[in-house]
């Protein structure tokens, strides 16, 4: 096939049912005629280990010779780095077997592959190249002659069965026993459970409706059904950016999408940290302090996974340090409100007995060992805040109230938990050194931990000197196709009021109740032309739309949000090739769930405020409350 010509090409992803389909027309060079192929796969969403492909051939001048290869490939690299070390591997007639280890951790995979053909008169013969044995299958086609052949691959790690191969072969079998209809049907109803749940209806903007749930299949297929020890990466496994390593991303963009709509999926991603509490006991503890700080970017373990340097974008022989493994520290806060608010959505009281309530409180011991006592309260210097354009700031406005609202919830949380389960109570003090004096503190320092906002103007100064420093001459770039980092460089970012996301903003959206009307419209007015929209970080554009809805802005919201939109469907940033925008993609569902739908939920109930733009004819979609469903369908009469 790579020679000839190839017409017709057309390839296209089924977002409904999880279908890549590709097809073409392909002429031989010399005089074997012409082929219609088509091909199709699907990894199926209702059994993690199986992945399918079916081909069609269908010779169309004259009879042909039709040899098809398959292979399980182990040669396969990311960037230059290959992922495997080859353990075994066989093939025999139509059944082949793979199985490779990572290079670093040794964990094992295994595969099994089966070729099935609806045709008799096939020769199958096994090919053993060394880490890419395969099955080579020949037939005779008459003209018009066609055939398929279908692929059913079986895989598990050593993380799901102790003998990995046995269990890709017999999970195998069953599928072939099954056939390829059946495997099908089940993957298909899979989705349409998935859909039905969760899908978003938005009608009179037929872009922005393919990307809510371009956005959503994204993220249902980054997410596990059923593992407790992985989360989603930034860039979800869909590219090598950011190496799969968990930011809060997932806590704070991603994650309300699934506990609104699919909580035993949220559930998962949330006992990942659970999972991996013992790598943020390490961090905090590495830097002198009590309890537990989650790392900034996470992998396995849990133990701060980082990189100190990277490469300069401008002269790769030169490095740059990168300082939020050291001190972008909100995260410990975040993961906080998003066991928080699963907790409130769900009502899952098993959950936030035994996981939620340690997890909040082992974090709020370290918010107390971490803050500084100062004259006036105490403060929380020499950190990073959401807008990374500054390093190295004092009392961050974002990071600050996250942390008093974290102190504040800890407080209640060990007082739900004495009234439900004392006895848990008694051994969790017990475990973690709780006493009368530490609830004192916590409360002290949520009290009087700084927090720069004005009341007269319903300012709040993002970090200590915010306002001191110089404005961007924006007209002077009015043309420009870089983000502002890169035009000023590092430290003229850092000495600028020029944001790379939503920071005030994005705070005012986690705590809505917590601010009035002029404090939404003075940071709003403030913060909202100072940010690097275009090519900052893409988390702010949908965290922007959200807020410009709050303050009854559809039409801004309207072009922020398609911002986000277009982050991966249009690669507007020109790095969609990393990876699927994941942080973006739970975003948008926030942006017309929270923003355009103004939906909240009340102590027994819910309520929306619609705030459509005006060629938007209806948005509809549910989400479950404490166990129950809801039906949203806003209409524009
Ligand atoms: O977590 C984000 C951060 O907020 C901005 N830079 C990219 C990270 C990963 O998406």
Not at 93 to 105: G, K, P
Not at 451 to 465: A, M, R, S, V
Request: hydrophobic share 40%; with cysteine; aromatic share 10%.
């Amino acid at each position: 096939m790579d020679r000839g010509r190839v017409e017709d090409y057309a390839r296209y992803i089924d977002l409904r049912s999880g279908v890549l389909r590709r097809r073409l027309r392909w002429t031989s060079d010399g005089d074997i005629g012409r082929f219609d192929l088509t091909f199709e796969r699907f990894a199926s969403l209702a059994d993690p280990h199986l992945m399918v492909v079916r081909v069609q051939v269908q010779a169309l001048d004259g009879p042909a010779s039709v040899e098809i290869q398959a292979s399980l490939n182990s040669h396969v690299d990311n960037w230059g780095h290959p992922h495997w070390d080859l353990v075994s591997q066989g093939s025999s007639h139509q059944m082949v077997s793979l199985e490779v280890a990572t290079r670093s951790t040794q964990k094992t995979l295994a595969m099994s592959a089966q070729l099935t053909t609806n045709r008799e008169d096939v020769s199958f013969e096994g090919r053993d190249d060394r880490g890419n044995p395969g099955i080579r299958l020949r037939t005779e086609l008459e003209e018009g002659g066609s055939f398929t052949v279908d692929k059913l691959v079986a895989m598990y790690t050593s993380r799901d069965a102790d003998d990995p191969l046995a269990a890709s072969q017999s999970n195998l079998l069953e599928a072939i026993r099954l056939g390829y209809e059946v495997l099908f049907n089940e993957h298909k109803d899979a989705w349409r459970e998935f859909w039905n749940r969760s899908d978003v209806i938005l009608e009179g903007d037929d872009e922005a409706q393919l990307a809510i749930r371009h956005a959503l299949f994204q993220l249902r297929i980054a997410a596990s059904s059923d593992d407790e020890r992985v989360s989603i990466g930034a860039k979800t496994l869909s590219g090598f950016g950011y190496r799969g390593h968990v930011f809060w991303d997932n806590e704070i963009f991603v994650l309300p999408f699934f506990t609104y709509t699919q909580p035993s999926l949220a559930r998962n991603m949330l006992m990942y940290r659970w999972n991996t509490i013992q790598g943020a006991r390490r961090k905090a503890a590495d830097n002198g302090y009590v309890g537990a700080q989650y790392a900034w970017e996470s992998a396995e373990s849990g133990d701060e996974v980082t990189p100190r340097w990277v490469p300069d974008w401008k002269d790769p022989t030169k490095k740059i340090r990168i300082w939020t493994g050291d001190i972008q520290i909100h995260i410990t806060a975040d993961i906080a409100y998003a066991i928080w608010q699963y907790w409130q959505v769900t009502g899952d009281d098993e959950f936030m007995r035994h996981v939620g309530t340690p997890i909040i409180l082992e974090t709020a011991i370290f918010w107390g060992d971490r803050v500084e006592p100062v004259s006036d309260g105490y403060a929380l210097s020499q950190v990073i805040g959401p807008d990374e354009y500054h390093h190295h700031v004092d009392n961050n406005a974002f990071t600050n109230a996250m942390v008093r609202w974290h102190l504040e919830k800890a407080v209640e949380l060990r007082e739900w938990l004495h009234q439900t389960a004392p006895e848990d109570v008694t051994a969790l003090d017990r475990r973690l050194g709780i006493t009368a004096e530490t609830l004192t503190k916590w409360r002290d320092i949520a009290g009087r931990l700084k927090f720069n906002h004005d009341p007269k103007t319903g300012l709040i100064e993002q970090f200590d000197g915010f306002f001191e420093l110089p404005d961007v001459e924006w007209d002077r770039y009015g043309d420009r196709t870089a983000s502002m980092q890169s035009l000023l460089g590092i430290e003229g970012a850092n000495q600028h009021q020029v944001l790379k996301q939503a920071d005030v903003i994005m705070l005012l959206c986690l705590l809505r109740d917590q601010f009035d009307d002029k404090t939404w419209r003075a940071n709003w007015d403030y913060y909202n032309p100072r940010t690097d929209h275009s090519y900052g970080s893409s988390l702010g554009p949908a965290i922007h739309a959200w807020a410009a809805c709050e303050l009854e802005r559809p039409d801004i919201a309207y072009k922020h949000f398609m911002r986000a939109a277009r982050a991966d469907l249009q690669d507007a940033r020109g790095n969609a090739g990393d990876g699927i925008h994941a942080a973006s993609a739970g975003g948008l569902w926030q942006a017309l769930v929270f923003g355009f739908a103004g939906l909240e939920l009340t102590q027994d109930s819910h309520r929306v405020s619609p705030r459509l733009p005006t060629h938007w004819k209806r948005l509809s979609f549910s989400f479950c409350h404490r166990g129950e469903r809801h039906e949203v369908d806003i209409r524009r009469a």
